[in-house]
């Protein structure tokens, strides 16, 4: 670098591995397949795969015209498929004129559709919930009582005013922790 400049960060070579694999996973591409159609070398593309190599922008960005999805689908940091937002945080605004408090939990997505519903829940058996329709996503406030609640594996036990989502085209379940627990239930449909 002229100057004494430092070079722009780079970003973790994992995070385009990972990000390449789910979209070549995703477009039904074999390496082979990929490579020819992006105009790179097998290896090239196996070494980025594997988290190795120096990736250009000049590649990813034929990578990504191959696999028809944006650049940045292929360079953006990964986010949890779960989120939690417990009571008493997230972007609040009170109003001028009254005792009141608005806490945005979730902006909806251009194109999409909700269904709301309010759920009662006692201790017991879990609710196991197969998935829903590709691109459902789940959203869940409760109300009263404690609920454990997403993705196998993922769940999080939650508490009255926290708000939590997650995928809900995945195996999933609510299981009541405590007596009178309600909760309100957000299905969003792309």
Do not use: C
């Amino acid at each position: 670098m002229a100057d004494g400049a430092t070079p722009p960060p780079r970003l973790p070579l994992d995070w385009i591995a990972a990000s390449l694999r789910r979209e070549r996973t995703r477009a039904g591409l074999s390496l082979s397949e990929l490579a020819k159609r992006a105009g790179i070398a097998k290896s090239t593309l196996s070494q980025l795969e594997a988290g190795s190599g120096n990736p250009s922008v000049e590649t990813l960005w034929a990578l990504g015209v191959a696999l028809g999805v944006p650049f940045s689908a292929l360079v953006e940091p990964p986010t949890s498929s779960v989120q939690v937002i417990r009571a008493g945080q997230g972007p609040a605004v009170a109003s001028e004129r009254a005792n009141f408090v608005a806490t945005l939990l979730s902006a909806s997505p251009p194109g999409a559709r909700r269904d709301i519903y309010h759920l009662r829940a006692e201790p017991g058996a879990a609710r196991e919930s197969e998935p829903h329709i590709p691109g459902t996503v789940e959203h869940l406030v409760v109300s009263t009582g404690r609920v454990k609640a997403g993705p196998r594996g993922e769940e999080a036990e939650l508490g009255p005013g926290d708000y939590m989502t997650y995928r809900g085209d995945v195996p999933h379940s609510y299981e009541a922790l405590a007596a009178g627990t309600t909760f309100v239930l957000v299905m969003q449909h792309v």
